[in-house]
């Protein structure tokens, strides 16, 4: 083969003939050539299985068939010995094959052929060589292909690929075989060096690396230490590391990397508020050709420290909150930072009420968990917008109004006002009179008010002897969305004025208000709405009872057929349900004239006419005597029922009967209701809890204009008010009341 390296290359011997009587035997050594004389191949007794003293018993020896005598025994140690410079090429020259070198690129293709060297056979003929056999292998085969002169060339033929980072190296024996008899063979080694190509990339232990690191770190400070292997050898297998083409200035004037040792370090300052986060992408390449890259990328996350004071920025300017808000609506979003944090949102923890606070004014402190901690403090200025949440209020739940008859029509009566708690267009409050009846003709044609300021005016004049008391509904609304609104009773009483001249009762025509019946229910709503109806009458064409006022008017003349004595059953219901109902027995007296009360006491002791004038004079010193008896009384009732006001609610009186009007004197109450703007006189006799009572009147011409209220007791506070209401409603001074029990409807 020509080559002469002694540390690779070897000598085939064919066979060593150890020869004796009865024993021989085959053993074979590999040794370098041209070895010193002396040198030991082997120990020949050991590998033959023999004694030393079999050595000189059997006369051990050594014969060659190349007829030069290269080896020699030593009898007394069995060793076989070099006996002569041993020259391979001259030895095995083309004659025999002793070890066969190959070298095949791992990127040959499968089914290349490699030609063998041809053995050699000094035997000619059918004793030459004959054929050829290869050591099984999966990667290769072995292909006899003839030439001229009858001799026959062995070939290698690769199976399928090499692949040198899995097996580098291959060892094969080809031996070859003559056609002698007995056969001889002849084998070769033959080794395949499997030569490297440039197949692999070079492979980093991760695809991704993460790794923080601090903002205050020193230039200089390693972050990373990269390792990409490449399982080619040589240059092929050498790797250099670089940032990626793409590398931003930024990274790269932040970071550098070793090519060799793919170590980065730091060679700029970090600052965590310009930049939290850097992304490098990392090649290394070998130095193959061509040259293959491997990548990774590093996911570097710069650490906050604290060197810088929190910051609060108004993400998003304070709104106006309404008062209705519900819990957590927002207000402001905030963003506290020291450069380094998060946002918050600033939101509502309860009800607001924006009449009890219409502004907020909220500290908001921002503090660092640092060391010293650094903290900054903001105000933010919250206003509550109104809701109409409030509706309008009434200086008063009700209102009373005392108005002279015959007033100037057009002239202000009473003003009411209301406030509301709210604010803007939701305070602004508008007065409206809401439709009712007042004897069957809308309040509206009465009075009217001033939408803007709650003045109440008349429309036209009002007369007593017509109209004594009527209610008026106002309402007080805002120009809220939606509106609220609340409403309130104002009760107008008309005070009598003396603009009426006696006039005889028998002569009263059609229309002639007799009396009224006024009775309060202690409900509300529909339930107290009261309606007035005439039950049983003496005569029933001759009396009539308003539906809605109570009331008594005549419905003709008067007419001396008539009887003086009148009887009305009254009765009163309520619009409830179930419906409440009471009833009222009128008695009217009818009278010719103002003296024939006192003329028929005096009618057998007739005076001539010129005692007249004596007559008169003591029909008035009477009248006058009566009259302080009367106010002595009325006084030391008053001083008495004051001072039995903390106990007592109610003051009795006794009272003459009419001049010749023979019916027993009976107790009466009469007790003011004060509980309210509403004054009423109630006058109570006998069972104080039936609901039905009797009053009897004696009518005198000036008593056609007195009228009942029969109202639920209630406590009294003052009597001169129940002085100064009899003086309105009981002008005449003559009147008689009876209390008698009526069994209630």
């Given at each position: 083969m020509g080559y002469r390296d002694w540390r690779w290359q070897t000598l085939w011997w064919h066979h060593f003939f150890l020869l004796w009587s009865t024993i021989n035997g085959q053993t074979r050594y590999s040794i370098p050539e041209e070895l010193k004389q002396g040198s030991v191949v082997g120990n020949l007794a050991k590998d033959l299985g023999?004694?030393?003293?079999?050595?000189f018993d059997r006369k051990l020896r050594v014969a060659s068939e190349a007829g030069e005598q290269y080896f020699s025994v030593d009898a007394g140690k069995g060793e076989l010995l070099v006996n002569d410079r041993i020259d391979r090429e001259a030895l095995c020259g083309p004659s025999a094959i002793c070890e066969i070198a190959l070298q095949i690129a791992e990127s040959t293709a499968a089914g290349a052929r490699f030609p063998l060297e041809i053995a050699q056979d000094l035997d000619v003929g059918g004793n030459s060589v004959r054929s050829y056999t290869l050591s099984k292998d999966d990667f290769f085969s072995l292909k006899i292909k003839d030439i001229s002169g009858g001799r026959k060339v062995p070939e290698l033929v690769l199976s399928k690929s090499l692949d040198r980072e899995k097996n580098n190296i291959h060892q094969l024996?080809?031996?070859a075989i003559d056609g002698g008899n007995p056969v001889k063979s002849g084998t070769s080694q033959i080794t395949i060096n499997v030569l490297d190509n440039n197949d692999n990339f070079p492979v980093f232990e991760k695809n991704v690396y993460k790794v923080s690191v601090s903002e205050n770190s020193i230039q200089d400070a390693s972050i990373l230490k990269l390792t990409a292997e490449d399982t080619d050898e040589g240059p092929n297998g050498d790797v250099e590391y670089s940032f990626g083409m793409h590398t931003p200035d930024i990274v790269s004037s932040m970071f550098d990397i070793n090519s060799l040792t793919g170590e980065i370090r730091l060679i700029g300052k970090l600052d965590y508020e310009t930049i939290a986060n850097y992304e490098i992408d990392i090649s290394a390449r070998d130095k193959g050709t061509p040259g293959m890259e491997g990548h990774c990328t590093i996911h570097i996350e710069v650490l906050d420290e604290n060197d810088n004071a929190p910051n609060i920025l108004m993400t998003s300017q304070p709104n106006s909150v309404p008062e209705d808000a519900p819990r957590g609506t927002v207000v402001a979003l905030i963003s506290a930072r020291d450069l380094d944090s998060d946002n918050y949102a600033l939101v509502t923890g309860g009800a607001l009420d924006r009449e009890t606070f219409s502004e907020y004014n909220i500290e908001i402190a921002a503090t660092d968990?640092?060391?010293?901690?650094?903290?900054?403090?903001?105000?933010?200025?919250?206003?509550?917008?109104?809701?109409?949440?409030?509706?309008?209020?009434?200086?008063?739940?009700t209102y009373a109004v005392y108005l002279k008859e015959n007033g100037v029509p057009g002239s202000i009566m009473y003003s009411v006002s209301a406030s509301d708690l709210d604010f803007g267009e939701n305070a602004k409050i508008s007065y409206s009179i809401l439709d009712s009846k007042v004897q069957d003709v809308s309040v509206s044609s009465y009075v009217y008010i001033n939408s803007d300021n709650g003045s109440i005016y008349s429309m036209h004049s009002f007369d007593y002897e017509k109209l004594k008391v009527f209610q008026i509904q106002v309402q007080a609304k805002d120009q809220g969305s939606p509106s609220l609104s609340s409403n309130t009773t104002v009760h107008v009483?008309?005070?009598?004025?003396n603009d009426n001249a006696p006039a005889d009762a028998r002569s009263a025509k059609a229309g002639h208000l007799v009396t009224k019946v006024t009775a309060v229910d202690a409900d509300s709503g529909h339930n107290a709405w009261i309606s007035y109806k005439l039950a049983e009458?003496?005569?029933?064409s001759l009396f009539t009872v308003n539906l809605y006022t109570g009331e008594v008017r005549t419905k003709r003349a008067a007419s001396e057929q008539d009887d003086s004595s009148q009887r009305l059953l009254i009765e009163i219901k309520d619009d409830g349900e179930p419906v409440q109902s009471a009833t009222v027995t009128v008695s009217i007296l009818l009278e010719d004239g103002l003296h024939e009360p006192i003329l028929d006491l005096r009618q057998k002791t007739a005076e001539p006419s010129r005692k007249t004038g004596r007559i008169t004079l003591y029909l008035i010193l009477s009248l006058a005597s009566v009259s302080v008896l009367s106010l002595v009384t009325f006084l030391i009732l008053a001083v008495k029922c004051m001072r039995n006001s903390n106990s007592s609610g109610s003051c009795c009186m006794r009272r003459s009967d009419c001049d010749n009007y023979k019916n027993p004197n009976r107790n009466m109450q009469i007790q003011l209701n004060t509980d309210g703007p509403i004054k009423y006189v109630e006058v109570l006799g006998g069972d104080m809890m039936s609901q039905s009572q009797s009053?009897?009147?004696?009518?005198?011409?000036?008593?056609e204009y007195s009228d009942f209220?029969?109202?639920?007791?209630?406590?009294?506070?003052?009597?001169?008010?129940?002085?100064?209401?009899?003086?309105?409603?009981?002008?005449?001074?003559?009147?008689?009341?009876e209390s008698q029990q009526v069994s209630s409807d």
């Open positions: 023999l004694g030393l003293s079999d050595i024996q080809l031996t968990s640092g060391s010293p901690p650094l903290s900054t403090k903001k105000i933010i200025n919250v206003n509550i917008t109104d809701v109409n949440d409030n509706p309008p209020v009434f200086s008063q739940p009483f008309i005070l009598d004025q009458a003496t005569d029933a009053f009897r009147s004696c009518m005198s011409p000036m008593s209220t029969l109202i639920k007791p209630s406590s009294t506070t003052d009597f001169k008010e129940v002085i100064s209401v009899l003086d309105a409603s009981l002008p005449d001074s003559t009147w008689t009341f």
